[in-house]
Nanobody
């Protein structure tokens, strides 16, 4: 059974940093593309960043230059380093992996950026 567990969220002032982690079990994370998504109150869930098995990365325009996605295959974990945080980054952050045709999501971790 595939399980994803996010951690690392919290309350931070604008301009601060957080590092989110997404730890996987039941799957060899390194073989799959993993994405970080976020959902702010009253808004649709949106893609933040992805990393492929070959470590190619892609970012939403709103986070380019501030967020970095990376993976530690030995720990079966994907990270999202978030710097220069803004109040508009406030959201619940989720990681997702697609295995063949099934999407697996974690339960999310809350990030609140105060102005």
């Amino acid at each position: 059974q595939v399980q994803l567990v996010e951690s690392g969220g919290g309350l931070v002032q604008a301009g601060g940093s957080l590092r989110l982690s997404c730890a996987a079990s039941g799957i060899i994370f390194s073989l799959n593309t993993v994405g970080w998504y976020r959902q702010a109150p009253g808004k649709q869930r949106e893609l933040v960043a992805t990393i492929t098995s070959g470590r190619s990365t892609n970012y939403a325009d709103s986070v380019k230059g501030r967020f970095t996605i990376s993976r530690d295959n030995a720990k079966n974990t994907v990270y999202l380093q978030m710097n220069s945080l803004k109040p508009e980054d406030t959201a619940v952050y989720y990681c997702k992996v697609r295995v063949i045709t099934i999407d697996y999501w974690g339960r999310g971790t809350q990030v609140i950026v105060s102005s």
